[in-house]
T-cell receptor, first 114, second 114 residues
C-alpha cells in the first residue's frame, strides 16, 4: 500500500524566508511522487513530480524537491517565500498499476507573513 | 488548449436526492479520475475511467457511481444524498492514465447537502 505523510498542517514563514514543507512516503515499490498546490476555491495545480530521472526535481514558481530514498522523504523547498505562495500544498504518491490513482497527503497550509 | 471543465461549480441539494456532476477533460485525454475533498478526510480517490472503462475504484459506497462517454467526458452520480456527502468534488484528466503522467485538475464542483 502507498501513503504519504505531511508533517505540519500549517506552516508560517516570513516573506523572503526559506519555505520547507515536509513529506514522507511509504511504498512497497518505487514510487512516483508529486507536489500539488491549491489556491482557495480552485483545483490542484502540479508544482513538480519525481519519476526517477533525477533526485532533485525543479518545479514551477521556484519550487524544488529532493527525493531521498534512505529517508523516504520528498520535501518541498523554495529559497525565498513570496506572498503569492500562500496556499495549501499537497504531497502525493502513485505506484505502478497503469492507472491514475494518486494518494494524497493531508495537506499543509502555507501562510506568508509580510 | 482548454483545461478540465467541471459543471456546475456549485450545487445545493437536499438529503435523499441524487446528483450528477459533469467533467470534460482536456482534449485528447482519455483518463478521467474523480476525487472527493473534505476538511475532515482530505482528498480521497473515488474512481478512474479510461476509454469508457472503470479501471479502479476507491473505498466509497455504491451510492457513488460514474461513467465515461466515448468522447472521454465523464459524469459521476451520487444517489440518496447524505449530509456527509457535502464536499468539493474534483475531476482530473491525463493523457494515458499511466502512473507517472501529470493529472490536470478542474476547479471542482462544490456540493452542499442540506
Amino acid at each position: 500500500a502507498q501513503s504519504v505523510t505531511q508533517l505540519g498542517s500549517h506552516v508560517s514563514v516570513s516573506e523572503g524566508a526559506l519555505v520547507l514543507l515536509r513529506c514522507n512516503y511509504s511504498s512497497s515499490v518505487p514510487p512516483y511522487l508529486f507536489w500539488y498546490v491549491q489556491y482557495p476555491n480552485q483545483g490542484l495545480q502540479l508544482l513538480l513530480k519525481y519519476t526517477s530521472a533525477a533526485t532533485l526535481v525543479k518545479g514551477i514558481n521556484g519550487f524544488e524537491a529532493e527525493f531521498k530514498k534512505s529517508e523516504t522523504s520528498f520535501h518541498l523547498t523554495k529559497p525565498s517565500a513570496h506572498m503569492s505562495d500562500a496556499a495549501e500544498y499537497f504531497c502525493a504518491v502513485s505506484t505502478s498499476g497503469g492507472y491514475q490513482k494518486v494518494t494524497f497527503g493531508t495537506g499543509t497550509k502555507l501562510q506568508v507573513i509580510p | 488548449k482548454a483545461g478540465v471543465t467541471q459543471t456546475p461549480r456549485y450545487l445545493i441539494k437536499t438529503r435523499g436526492q441524487q446528483v450528477t456532476l459533469s467533467c470534460s477533460p482536456i482534449s485528447g485525454h482519455r483518463s478521467v479520475s474523480w476525487y472527493q475533498q473534505t476538511p475532515g478526510q482530505g482528498l480521497q480517490f473515488l474512481f478512474e475511467y479510461f476509454s469508457e472503462t472503470q479501471r479502479n475504484k476507491g473505498n466509497f459506497p455504491g451510492r457513488f457511481s460514474g461513467r465515461q462517454f466515448s468522447n472521454s467526458r465523464s459524469e459521476m452520480n451520487v444517489s440518496t444524498l447524505e449530509l456527509g456527502d457535502s464536499a468539493l468534488y474534483l475531476c482530473a484528466s491525463s493523457e494515458t492514465g499511466v502512473e507517472n503522467t501529470e493529472a490536470f485538475f478542474g476547479q471542482g464542483t462544490r456540493l452542499t447537502v442540506v
